[in-house]
């Protein structure tokens, strides 16, 4: 063999190595497909995405309790026109108009949260041109406030940010868990599809095997047939399993490549990737206490916040309807401006500028719409406060519910397992028996159905138990297993 003769021997091996490996499937277990949807699936980016928007929410509530500062104005505002100019004795004349006025106002504005005011300290400076000014006249003329304070004070109205400083933080607090909460969903709902591509692979399995044994028993019978030990009804009847084989076979790749796509399609994984699944060998020996449960659940979870939220926002919608029931408010402003000829004018002995006045508004007759709005509101109240009782006795029951649901599944599955190793053996021995002509081809057929039924048996336990799983780690925000909290309190 000369040089190139080894060199594409190389190469041809090189090539069939690598087309076989290409062609292996990739193998995940159950944690693996769980931290991949919780890291790069479309619903883990989704619910990311909800959170990140309720974060910046809170961030924007906080600002509202600290000082701005704003600078406004108009530059410029410049008219040309005929305007009409009233006469000292009442008549209108006409007169061509060519002005241009400019303000600027530069402030530092506080909300009182405790008042639901607002206070100021506010610099404003007007600058006013007369273009058509006389050669006597001056055509700049500059007015100003050096300083002032301004105070708005709302009376006996509906506190905005006194209910949001309650309300807003428990938004807050209630996205960061529900956060967590749509991540173990996210991890529920992909070990679901985790065990529908198992069951796809394990009838798969299945009906690979029994179309070879069926084919198996098809040459044993047309031997004993060709002999005349056995009738032509059972040499049909094993024809006819065959092809049943072959067609559950057919239904069964139908079905792997169904749920293969789903999974990859949730998890983000690219599908012309070939997958194989990993069934779980190790079940979490842990206990959960019903009363544990319960108080981990409204101490973590995202609705024991709701419950005290929407108590809040029913009292602050009786709050806001008893605002309504009349105006009152107070303007107050001290300071100083001045005018003149040039800007520097403006700064020079100010004069002093006050300003007090207190607007009211109260409806005399109203035939009855302040005490219905009232009375709406505390009834919505109620309501709510009834609703919100029933649903904390749900939300115990619940808990109670699935902690018992949960030690039930998991003595299932020591059952189904058990129960597919005698079926799978069981149909061994009716198998080697039926090579031995001591079973009938019936009995053996009932021993198949045992051992499939069981089999799936095994994994839709695996399934509810896994499910049951996530699910007590999503109501409870805990992990019973490590017993650590699943979310950080302080994260921002």
Known sequence: MNKNQVILAIFLCFFF????????????TLEEIVARAKAQSPAALQAETRRENLYWR???????????LFLSGTLPRYSQEFASVTQPDGTLEFREVRQNFMDVELGLRQEIAATGGTISVNSSTNRFDNFMASNFDPQTRWSGVPLNVRLIQPIFA?????WDKQIEPLVYEESKRGYVEEMEGI?????????????????????????????????IERGRYNIGTTYEDKLLQVELQVLE???????????????????????????????????????PSFTINVQEAIDRAFQNRSDAIAFERERIEAESGVA???????????????????????????????????LVSLGVGVPVLDWGRNKARMSQAKANQKLINYT?????????????????????????IEITELSDQVADKRYEISFNRYQNGNVTITDLGIAQREKDQNRRAYIESLRE?????????????????????????SLE
Not at 17 to 28: G, I, K, N, Y
Not at 58 to 68: A, D, G, M, V
Not at 246 to 261: F, H
Not at 469 to 485: C, N, P, S, V, W
Request: charged share 20%; no cysteine.
């Open 17 to 28: 190595f690598t087309s076989a490996s290409a062609q292996e499937p990739t193998r995940f």
């Open 58 to 68: 809170y961030r924007l509530f906080r600002s509202n309790y600290n000082p701005q």
């Open 158 to 162: 509906f506190n905005r940010l006194k």
């Open 187 to 219: 991890s529920r709902r992909v070990s679901s599809m985790f065990f529908d591509f198992l069951v796809a692979q394990v009838d798969l399995e299945i009906a690979t095997k029994n179309l070879a044994n069926s084919e198996a028993i098809l040459k």
């Open 245 to 283: 084989a072959k067609q559950d076979l057919a239904r069964a790749k139908l079905q792997m490549e169904t749920s293969s796509l789903a999974l990859k399609s949730f998890v983000g994984l690219n599908e012309a990737l070939t997958i194989s699944l990993e069934l779980p060998s190790e079940i």
């Open 320 to 354: 806001q309807a008893r605002g309504q029931r009349f105006q009152m408010n107070l303007n107050a402003s001290y300071g100083y401006n001045n005018a003149g000829l040039a800007f520097s004018e403006i700064y020079t002995n100010p004069n002093t500028q006050a």
């Open 388 to 412: 919100l009782d029933q649903e904390v006795i749900n939300f115990e029951q619940e808990i109670f519910t699935k902690v018992k649901n949960f030690e039930m599944l998991r003595d299932q």
């Open 465 to 489: 138990f896994w499910t049951a799983y996530f699910e007590m780690r999503g109501l409870t925000l805990y992990d019973f297993e490590k017993g650590e909290l699943l979310y950080n309190p």
